[in-house]
Structures are given as structure tokens and as C-alpha cells.
């Protein structure tokens, strides 16, 4: 198999010929990598056949929503979202302007992007959001947890007119000609859900709906945080798959068992010490383990359990792709 067709047949539930593998990966340590590979500039695909991986992640600033809130600019010239919003209030919907998509050329970047790699043999994946957490960004923490209470209406209003947004986006990307989606939005905390669950599913679970109803190619959802008490709830997206089951609070293994008729399971490779704190020797153990228990008759991609993170030890990440490619292969 091709590394598009190995994702692609995860996607649809079919046994590939290996485990395949793909992930986010942050800037610093992609161009540490790089340079690990001989080449600090090399282009994309490059890239990721020499990492291993059977996917690209595809992120641009314009096809992710704008989050209405301040900013910090830190000593190294990096900026940071804080958790102060601006669009508080009724009053303040004037500042909220969403990128008019409509616009001719708005997805050129895209098309351009599928007209460079899409011919490369990896499958392409573009990222976006349903508009959750620019909502919570937006207001800012704490007047949308006030809100949640007293202001619902002020909720809905802005959810709204980012699923109105996003749905577009998502068929523009599509039209681009990508293989898949994946969605980014968090909805939970390490201790659970973001929201209380009778309000999640009354306000947030029929929007959501809405906005993975109108896409037409296979997805995936991705939540940080402990989902277990929401995941019959994401069940009813009717997602491909989910990313990145945090181990130190989700069970992956139990969810497989539950939903792995329905859904395919990537990620779980512990960041919070295997590939960032451990040896070589523990990351390939972890990974043995995961490939023995998640793999046997399909239905798993392996990814870190958020993205290979600038603080990742290189060993470790090279331990895990070459463990992977040796004890992934099928049967297995």
C-alpha cells in the first residue's frame, strides 16, 4: 500500500498492510527533525517520507476561525492567546467580523497547497474547528461561564455565526481536493467536560451536528481531555474517527472495544513522559504495547496523545516511528 491508501483504508475500518502514522507537529522540533534528515528547508513531503509519517497536516490561518481576544507577545516574539475576550457582550458584536470566504481566491492557498503534495503518495489532512472554543475565547473564561447561566442567548448568537462560518470553510477545503478533515476543538479538562453536560448537549451537541452533517468527507474529531462522559454525544457527529485519547485520562483500549465497529482510533503515545521525560527503551515499549493492543485487525493510527510538541526528545521520537515500522506490520 501507498501511505494515502494505509490511512485512507484506517479510515474506512479496512486492515491496512502496517500501522500507519500521522500528527501534528510543531514548528521547532519539525526543523530540529529536519535537520536530524540532512535538510533544515526541506519541503513537506520530504519531510514526512523521511520521518516516517503517511499523512501531512495541513494548517492555515485562514481556514481556522479567528479567536477575539488579547494577546501577549513574549520575549522571543511569539504570541499567545489569553484568556481575556473581546466580544463580552451584545455590545461588542461589532468587532465580531468573520473573513468573508465567499471572496474569490479565499481557498488559492489550499488548491495551491493540493496542487504541490497531493500527488505525493501521503494522504492530506486539513484542520479547522466547529467554533466551540472560539466561542469560550471570544467572551473570555469567565464571562462565558457567567453566560452559560445568564446570558445563553449570548452563547448561541456567537456559536452560531462561527458554524455558519466553518461549515463554509469545510466546503472549500473540500472542493481543494483534501483527503480528509480533522476538527479541532476542545471541549474538556483533564477532570471532564468543559461545559455541564445538560447544557452541552441542549446548546452545543444539535449545532455541532449541524455543522458535521453538511461534510462529505471522512473525518475526525480531536479533543484534548478527559471525554469520556461526552463520547456517546460525539458518537452522534458520526465522525471516521477520534484523536488523541490523553492516556493519563481516557481509556482507549475500552473505547476500541465499545465504538471500534464504528470509529478508528489514533493517537495515545504518552507526551507526558514517554516521548518528553523517557528513555528510548521505555518509548519503545510503549509503542510494542500499543501496536500489540490497538492494532489486531485494524482500526488503529498511531499519533502522540496532542502532537509531536518542540519539547519532545528527538531519540524518542525516531524510537517510535522505527518501532512502529518494525512491529506494525500486519497480521499482527
Not at 468573520?98 to 471572496?103: H, I, Q, R, S
Not at 492557498?109 to 472560539?134: P, Q
Request: net charge negative; charged share 20%.
Amino acid at each position: 500500500m501507498t501511505p494515502k491508501q494505509r490511512v485512507m483504508a484506517v479510515l474506512n475500518l479496512e486492515m491496512p498492510d502496517k500501522v500507519p502514522f500521522a500528527d501534528w507537529i510543531d514548528p521547532g522540533i519539525r526543523k530540529t527533525l529536519a535537520a536530524h534528515f540532512g535538510d533544515v528547508n526541506m519541503d513537506d513531503a520530504t519531510f514526512h517520507k523521511n520521518l516516517g509519517a503517511d499523512a501531512i497536516c495541513y494548517v492555515e490561518s485562514d481556514y481556522i476561525a479567528p479567536q477575539f481576544c488579547k494577546t501577549l507577545i513574549d520575549d522571543q516574539g511569539v504570541e499567545h492567546l489569553q484568556s481575556e475576550g473581546l466580544i463580552k457582550s451584545e455590545n461588542d458584536l461589532g468587532l465580531f467580523l468573520l473573513p468573508d470566504v465567499t471572496k474569490p481566491g479565499y481557498f488559492d492557498k489550499a488548491k495551491r497547497y493540493m496542487d504541490r503534495y497531493g500527488n505525493s503518495g501521503l494522504a492530506i489532512f486539513a484542520s479547522l474547528r466547529t467554533g466551540m472554543m472560539n466561542t469560550i475565547f471570544a467572551m473570555g473564561l469567565v464571562e462565558f461561564s457567567m453566560a452559560l447561566y445568564k446570558n445563553i442567548s449570548f452563547i448561541e448568537t456567537l456559536f452560531d455565526r462561527y458554524i455558519e462560518w466553518n461549515i463554509k470553510v469545510a466546503e472549500g477545503l473540500t472542493a481543494a481536493g483534501f483527503d480528509f478533515l480533522v476538527c479541532y476543538d476542545d471541549i474538556a479538562f483533564n477532570t471532564g467536560p468543559i461545559i455541564p453536560l445538560p447544557i452541552f448537549r441542549k446548546v452545543f451537541v444539535p449545532r455541532m451536528k449541524k455543522f458535521a452533517s453538511t461534510l462529505t468527507l471522512p473525518w475526525v474529531y480531536h479533543s484534548c481531555g478527559n471525554v469520556g462522559r461526552v463520547f456517546d454525544d460525539l458518537m452522534e457527529f458520526g465522525m471516521n474517527g477520534f484523536n488523541p485519547f490523553q492516556p493519563d485520562v481516557n481509556d482507549i483500549f475500552e473505547i476500541k472495544q465499545k465504538y471500534g465497529d464504528k470509529i478508528f482510533v489514533w493517537g495515545n503515545i504518552d507526551l507526558n513522559h514517554t516521548l518528553t521525560r523517557g528513555t528510548v527503551a521505555e518509548t519503545i515499549t510503549e509503542v510494542k504495547a500499543k501496536i500489540k493492543q490497538l492494532a489486531p485487525g485494524g482500526g488503529y493510527m498511531m499519533a502522540t496523545a496532542n502532537s509531536i510538541t518542540d519539547y519532545c526528545k528527538v531519540e524518542n521520537i525516531l524510537a517510535m516511528m522505527e518501532t512502529k515500522d518494525k512491529y506494525g506490520i500486519y497480521p499482527i
